[in-house]
């Protein structure tokens, strides 16, 4: 399978808990993309990494969020002291610099997501 | 600031039958790309086209095609001859040129299709 994945699928936790979720992007993609999707949403930018380099990061991204991709394969982001308001499918996204496979950089492919309930 | 309005927030038809999903979009800039992307209910969402700004010729492939037009700021989605399996949101989205320093998406809320049997 050579495309982004994502772990766990799914994660239940209790307010206050914290959490941490992996993305492995497509082998060849150095640009790594986070989003936040809520039911009845479409997708919001979290962060954006080129390599190891965390390049922008969106004002959704709170001091309790934290995202690193330490040696420019695979993401994780965590999410301190979770919040209700922190349930949502957390979705991972790749895309090559250049053109990479017939992929360009300005399309960006999906993982499955991670849905996180709060209680 | 980029936006992306998709009114239609759930279209249902019959098996067979064309649908058109609307996408209407807002940017400054002068070079930018759209995006189509279909989310089934597993959740991933799946690539379908891509289109930069300075490209207007609509595109067809297999029973999906494309109308952009940039005097009505616009990026439609038709289906033809419908089937169960396009059942799925459809979500519109807009980025702005690599020059700009940032690749994020700015995605519509979609439309979620139902194909009724």
């Known amino acids: 399978d050579t495309g982004v994945s994502q772990d766990p699928r799914h994660k239940i936790t209790k307010r206050g808990q914290n959490v941490t979720f992996r993305c492995d992007p497509i082998?060849?993609?150095?640009?790594l993309y986070w989003y936040r999707q809520t039911l009845g949403q479409g997708p919001e930018f979290l962060t954006y990494?080129?390599?190891?380099?965390?390049?922008?990061k969106s004002r959704l991204l709170s001091d309790r969020f934290s995202a690193e991709r330490p040696k420019g394969s695979f993401s994780t982001l965590e999410i301190q002291r979770t919040e209700q308001g922190d349930s949502a499918m957390y979705l991972c996204?790749?895309?090559?610099?250049?053109?990479?496979?017939?992929?360009?950089?300005?399309?960006?492919?999906f993982g499955p997501g991670t849905r996180l309930t709060v209680l | 600031a980029q936006k992306v309005t998709q009114a239609q927030t759930e279209i249902s038809v019959v098996e067979k039958e064309d649908v058109t999903l609307d996408c209407v979009y807002e940017t400054r800039d002068t070079t930018y790309y759209l995006f189509w992307y279909k989310q089934p209910p597993s959740g991933e969402l799946v690539f379908l086209i891509r289109r930069n700004s300075f490209d207007e010729q609509n595109e067809i492939s297999g029973r999906y095609s494309w109308n952009f037009q940039k005097s009505t700021s616009s990026f439609n989605f038709t289906i033809t001859a419908s089937q169960v399996v396009d059942s799925a949101v459809y979500f519109c989205?807009?980025?702005?040129?690599?020059?700009?320093?940032?690749?994020?998406?700015?995605f519509g809320t979609g439309t979620r299709l139902k194909v009724l049997a």
């Open positions: 082998s060849e993609h150095n640009r």
């Open positions: 996204a790749s895309s090559p610099t250049g053109t990479s496979g017939g992929a360009s950089t300005d399309t960006q492919y």
């Open positions: 990494f080129q390599n190891e380099a965390q390049l922008e």
């Open positions: 989205a807009l980025s702005e040129a690599p020059g700009s320093g940032t690749y994020k998406y700015i």
